[in-house]
């Protein structure tokens, strides 16, 4: 696990740093010393957390242009994640023209996205494009590449892909389909050379599209050789082709009144092109509501002590506001001043990962 290391900023310091990141985003990239990234080019994730742990900025985490792969166990808030991603973009005018593509495979949307998200959000997402086979996904994508309009597309998930040749075999065994002398049986390599092939074609006009493409899949025990002990199907080129792979796997379940209302979802990057670094961060989600970003961008500030505790109570300097971890968040809300503890987190993330750094001489200069 990548754990952070834990720092005691002033709170001179703290209010510095706020200051620091507003002023960072309004500079030329050269001037912005922890992230090269550009702000511009990222999709919000739905955390600020896991904003960060892709692209050390807190505004965004996923890749425009880019293939993101989401890995995770089962109910550890893989589908409801990348579908907060579509409400995060409907929120910016940046992404008034983007089309949000979400193909159900499983055909296991039970979520009232009316209800987490609003009317106006969940009527803009596309849930009439429904993939069967890999081959179907195939034609999808090359149709919304040719639409012309960037995109953002789901798919939930791969697992749940067939292909026509397993469709075939079923039929075949089950005697509804005549077998042929030069069946060779190579069925089971066809998904995933398939998924080689699409990467490939479509890789550089997803880029070109400012499209997003985000591949979900199920985690699968490895019962092969090497040290991790979950694996994914798909192949080595969903890996290859992937700006971001992140691993979900569930912490702790949230209970009430002994029933499971949510979980502790952590959210492992081990793959990550824009910065290179590996980074893992829990987040809360919870069935009812969906992630619960502002009460994990509290933990986080406390934990990192930029925030001062006095036995229950959580005392944020900045924002002259005191009181338990719950009665916080609500005094937050109240004041519609989420977007600052976003900064806030957001400042304090990118003054760890400068603490990171060796700051030798360069070698090449």
Same mark, same amino acid.
């Given at each position: 696990?990548?754990?952070?290391?834990?720092?005691?900023?002033?709170?001179?310091?703290?209010?510095? =740093?706020?200051?620091?990141?507003?002023?960072?985003?309004?500079?030329?990239?050269?001037?912005?010393?922890?992230?090269?990234?550009?702000?511009? #080019?990222?999709?919000?994730?739905?955390?600020?957390?896991?904003? $960060? &742990?892709?692209?050390? =900025?807190?505004?965004?985490?996923?890749?425009?242009?880019?293939?993101?792969?989401?890995?995770?166990?089962?109910?550890?808030?893989?589908?409801?994640?990348?579908?907060?991603?579509?409400?995060?973009?409907?929120?910016?005018?940046?992404?008034?023209?983007?089309?949000?593509?979400?193909?159900?495979?499983?055909?296991?949307?039970?979520?009232?996205?009316?209800?987490?998200?609003?009317?106006?959000?969940?009527?803009?997402?596309?849930?009439?494009?429904?993939?069967?086979?890999?081959?179907?996904?195939?034609?999808?994508?090359?149709? &919304?590449?040719?639409?012309?309009?960037?995109?953002?597309?789901?798919?939930?998930?791969?697992?749940?892909?067939?292909?026509?040749?397993?469709?075939?075999?079923?039929?075949?065994? &089950?005697?509804?389909?005549?077998?042929?002398?030069?069946?060779?049986?190579? #069925?089971?390599?066809?998904?995933?050379?398939?998924?080689?092939?699409?990467?490939?074609?479509?890789?550089?006009?997803?880029?070109?599209?400012?499209? =997003?493409?985000?591949?979900?899949?199920? !985690?699968?025990?490895?019962?092969?050789?090497?040290?991790? !002990?979950? !694996?994914?199907?798909?192949?080595?080129?969903?890996?290859?082709?992937? $700006?971001?792979?992140?691993? =979900?796997?569930?912490?702790?379940?949230?209970?009430?009144?002994?029933?499971?209302?949510?979980?502790?979802?952590?959210?492992?990057?081990?793959?990550?092109?824009?910065?290179?670094?590996?980074?893992d961060v829990d987040i809360p989600i919870y069935?009812?509501?969906?992630?619960?970003?502002?009460?994990?961008?509290?933990?986080?500030?406390?934990?990192?002590?930029? #925030?001062?505790?006095?036995?229950? !109570?959580?005392?944020?300097?900045?924002?002259?506001?005191?009181?338990?971890?719950?009665?916080?968040?609500?005094?937050?809300?109240?004041?519609?001043?989420?977007?600052?503890?976003?900064?806030?987190?957001? &400042?304090? #993330?990118?003054?760890?990962?400068?603490?990171?750094?060796?700051?030798?001489?360069?070698?090449?200069?």
């Amino acid at each position: 696990m990548a754990q952070l290391k834990r720092r005691s900023p002033k709170e001179s310091e703290t209010k510095e =740093l706020v200051s620091q990141v507003e002023d960072a985003a309004k500079k030329p990239l050269d001037k912005i010393e922890v992230s090269s990234v550009d702000p511009d #080019w990222l999709i919000p994730t739905g955390s600020t957390l896991l904003n $960060c &742990a892709c692209s050390d =900025l807190h505004t965004g985490g996923y890749g425009i242009g880019k293939i993101t792969n989401l890995i995770g166990d089962s109910s550890s808030g893989k589908s409801l994640l990348a579908l907060t991603s579509f409400a995060e973009v409907a929120m910016y005018t940046r992404y008034d023209d983007y089309r949000l593509i979400y193909d159900d495979v499983e055909a296991a949307l039970e979520f009232n996205l009316d209800y987490l998200f609003g009317g106006e959000i969940s009527d803009r997402i596309e849930t009439n494009i429904v993939s069967d086979t890999i081959q179907d996904f195939y034609g999808n994508i090359v149709k &919304a590449l040719k639409d012309g309009r960037p995109f953002i597309y789901i798919l939930d998930s791969l697992d749940a892909l067939t292909s026509r040749e397993e469709q075939e075999r079923a039929l075949k065994e &089950a005697g509804m389909m005549k077998k042929k002398q030069d069946d060779k049986g190579g #069925w089971k390599t066809e998904k995933a050379r398939l998924v080689s092939e699409i990467l490939r074609v479509t890789a550089r006009e997803i880029k070109s599209s400012e499209a =997003l493409v985000v591949v979900i899949s199920q !985690t699968r025990d490895n019962l092969g050789f090497g040290f991790s !002990t979950k !694996t994914r199907s798909g192949g080595r080129a969903l890996k290859f082709y992937s $700006c971001h792979e992140m691993w =979900l796997s569930i912490r702790e379940p949230f209970k009430s009144k002994n029933r499971e209302i949510g979980v502790r979802t952590n959210a492992k990057v081990s793959k990550n092109k824009l910065t290179g670094k590996k980074r893992d961060v829990d987040i809360p989600i919870y069935y009812d509501y969906g992630v619960d970003d502002l009460s994990a961008n509290v933990e986080f500030l406390v934990t990192e002590e930029v #925030w001062g505790k006095e036995k229950n !109570t959580i005392v944020a300097e900045e924002l002259n506001l005191r009181g338990t971890k719950d009665k916080l968040v609500r005094l937050i809300e109240e004041n519609s001043l989420e977007g600052e503890v976003q900064k806030l987190v957001g &400042a304090s #993330w990118r003054s760890i990962e400068e603490e990171l750094r060796l700051n030798r001489k360069k070698r090449y200069k």
